[in-house]
């Protein structure tokens, strides 16, 4: 099956840096690729949809500038928490949709906790 | 934003019993998915579907959808402890831009 991978799985950083977290897919291209946050004990809630070439388009109340993403290639996504602070520690997942196929069924990444202290 | 709801939001049950989720969803959808989440994970794909669909079978799992109720339903029988993890339903709304809202999860433990 598809697999998507995340990096770092896990970072812990100070309050006011900025942290990248990328997100793959290892064997398909996927022209769109999914952000989620997600609390502890909490549903997933989406915050951008990232497009290939293109603007990601941004989930209402999701700062853009804050949530910096990048789908420089068809593999490739990455997401920028930029300034970050400890109201950003968030389990941050990211998934993405197969064009090949003819579903919905989005392949998820094994998540990034972000801890910022 | 969350448009499902899903109850219980916590179930616990002996291995071998069957467990089973329901979902609602408030809007007009093109399919309904499963998914599961074990803990601190991501996610992993279940089941779809379609809005045309009434009932789905995979392996251990059944899935129902009442599109006049809005609603649909995971059974898992025979359960295992190894089905432990968190269960969302996530649904792509008619005419949208295929993007999955995620209902709220129910919290599954299969005791030994």
């Known amino acids: 099956g598809a697999v998507v991978s995340q990096h770092p799985s896990w970072v812990i950083c100070k309050s006011g840096t900025s942290v990248k977290i990328e997100c793959r897919s290892l064997d398909f291209q996927a022209t769109t690729m999914f952000w989620y946050r997600q609390f502890p004990k909490q549903s997933l809630m989406l915050m951008a949809t990232?497009?290939?070439?293109?603007?990601?388009?941004?989930e209402q109340g999701v700062e853009k500038d804050k949530f910096l993403i990048n789908h420089a290639s068809l593999t490739l996504s990455t997401l920028t928490v930029t300034s970050a602070h400890p109201e950003d520690s968030s389990f941050y997942i990211c998934?993405?949709?197969?064009?090949?196929?003819?579903?919905?069924?989005?392949?998820f990444g094994p998540g990034t906790r972000l801890t910022v202290l | 934003s969350q448009q499902g709801e899903e109850d219980p939001q916590a179930l616990s049950i002996q291995e071998g019993e069957n467990a089973t989720m329901n979902c609602s969803y408030k809007t007009s959808i093109n399919n309904l998915q499963w998914y599961r989440q074990n803990s601190g994970r991501g996610l992993v794909h279940l089941i779809l579907?379609?809005?045309?669909?009434r009932e789905k079978h995979s392996g251990r799992l059944r899935v129902t959808l009442d599109t006049s109720k809005k609603s649909s339903s995971l059974l898992i029988t025979a359960s295992r402890a190894a089905d432990t993890a968190s269960y969302f339903c996530?649904?792509?709304?008619?005419?949208?831009?295929?993007?999955?809202?995620f209902g709220s999860g129910t919290q599954l433990t299969v005791l030994p």
């Open positions: 579907i379609r809005s045309n669909e």
């Open positions: 996530a649904t792509v709304f008619s005419g949208s831009a295929r993007q999955l809202t």
């Open positions: 998934s993405a949709r197969d064009p090949t196929t003819s579903t919905d069924t989005q392949y």
């Open positions: 990232s497009n290939e070439g293109s603007k990601a388009t941004y």
